[in-house]
């Protein structure tokens, strides 16, 4: 049994400037942990414990759903022990309907479902920097990235499978029509 995610995976210029972002906090503040350990930028629908991860492929290849625009307002942060700074998304009426149909038709497939995949505490969101962030940081990361505070948008046209044991690694991608 390995953890997999199930995410949206996006390209564009915010796509661009996110790796952008990543490779300023590695160089020039050693912030690494997202460039390093984790898959390409992406918004996690569910995650958690499966076995069945070719069933999950299968079933989300059928699923019909369609390339969609997503506009984000900007960056967030939760302030916990360990600082997560975000790129917040909108939760558009297409958002919405895409994840729910993707939790709806693989939630059987997981053994044990994180529970920040839970629908009432879902965040839909592309971390920008985690686990090596420091709250003395923030006020220069925000002069070093200050390009993508504009509002921006991005076209949602994949869906990843992300095997996370432990470095994050794309194991499917099914592209959107």
């Known amino acids: 049994m390995k953890n997999y995610a ?8 915010l796509y661009k400037d996110i ?11 050693n912030i690494k942990f997202m460039s390093t350990d984790h ?5 996690t629908i569910i995650s958690g414990k499966t076995k069945s991860i070719e069933k999950i492929y299968k079933k989300l290849k059928k699923s019909k759903i ?6 984000s307002p900007g960056m967030g942060i939760f ?12 939760q558009s009426l297409e958002l919405l309907k895409a994840s729910s149909k993707i939790a709806k038709e693989t939630s059987k497939f997981f053994y044990k479902i994180k529970q920040n995949s839970n629908n009432s505490q879902w965040v839909p969101k592309t971390t920008l920097a985690w686990k090596d962030l420091k709250y003395d940081d923030l006020s220069l990361i925000f002069k ?11 076209i949602i046209s994949y869906i990843y499978l992300i095997n996370f044991n432990p470095i994050e690694k794309i194991s499917y991608k099914i592209k959107l029509k």
């Not at 199930?6 to 210029?13: E, H, N, Q, V, W």
């Not at 790796?19 to 503040?29: R, S």
């Not at 302030?79 to 909108?90: F, G, V």
């Open 144 to 154: 070093k990235t200050n390009f993508i505070f504009n509002k921006k948008s991005a």
């Open 39 to 43: 898959a390409l930028p992406h918004i």
């Open 66 to 71: 369609k390339k969609f625009k997503l506009k």
């Open 6 to 13: 199930i995410a949206l995976g996006f390209r564009g210029k």
């Open 19 to 29: 790796i952008k972002a990543w490779k300023i906090l590695e160089k020039k503040m």
């Open 79 to 90: 302030a916990n022990k360990e600082p997560n700074l975000y790129i917040r998304w909108e």
